[in-house]
């Protein structure tokens, strides 16, 4: 039996929004969405898994994928480390026609638009900016400096909002995960 690929829906949004937060929601309530597992040449935070969180490659490892081929997009975020989703996974799930569902930062984003048009775009937005900086402080996982480079970084993601399709307001976590997969076509429980 033949299916009809499904459609890709890409969740961007500025640092510390949410996006992570969100993706395991959807993880835990609505299992039939396949979220892929980025890669990256960072250092796991506190509680990340590998292989669940983020596949976490040496940059060695991540330039031989670039090279190939293997990603369908990559970005280096931050001014610093190497984000990327695997083409692979991405496109055998689309093949058999199961909801699937990236979650990437603003530059992998247009990077998928680019080669992938007929994807679902939907930008994760904060409730007010105080709250983007007041989650981003509160999680403990930058130094100053860090949280200063990517404050900026999210004043110039935010101005991205136009570009995306659709946009979910991240006030509440499970209001908002519940809003994305209704705008996949998924009956929210």
Do not use: C
Not at 13 to 30: F, H, L, M, Q
Not at 35 to 48: A, D, H, I
Not at 128 to 155: K, Q
């Amino acid at each position: 039996m033949t299916t009809q690929p499904a459609r890709l829906t890409v969740l961007a949004g500025p640092t510390a929004v949410g996006k992570g937060t969100v993706s395991a929601d959807i993880r835990a309530r609505y299992p039939q969405v396949w979220l892929s597992v980025s890669m990256t040449t960072r250092e796991p935070r506190p509680g990340e898994v590998d292989g669940v969180h983020y596949h976490f490659v040496s940059a060695t490892r991540f330039e031989e994928m670039v090279e190939r081929g293997e990603l369908l997009e990559w970005a280096v975020v931050h001014g610093h480390n190497r984000y990327g989703t695997p083409r692979g996974p991405v496109e055998e799930r689309l093949a058999a026609g199961e909801p699937a569902l990236l979650e990437i930062d603003l530059q992998g984003a247009r990077q998928v638009r680019a080669s992938m048009p007929d994807a679902r775009f939907v930008f994760l937005a904060p409730p007010s900016w105080d709250e983007l900086v007041r989650r981003l402080v509160g999680r403990g996982t930058e130094d100053e400096e860090e949280r200063e480079r990517r404050l900026a970084t999210a004043r110039v993601e935010l101005a991205a909002e136009p570009e995306f399709d659709h946009v979910v307001v991240n006030d509440d976590v499970h209001r908002a995960t519940d809003e994305l997969v209704r705008l996949m076509g998924i009956a929210a429980g």
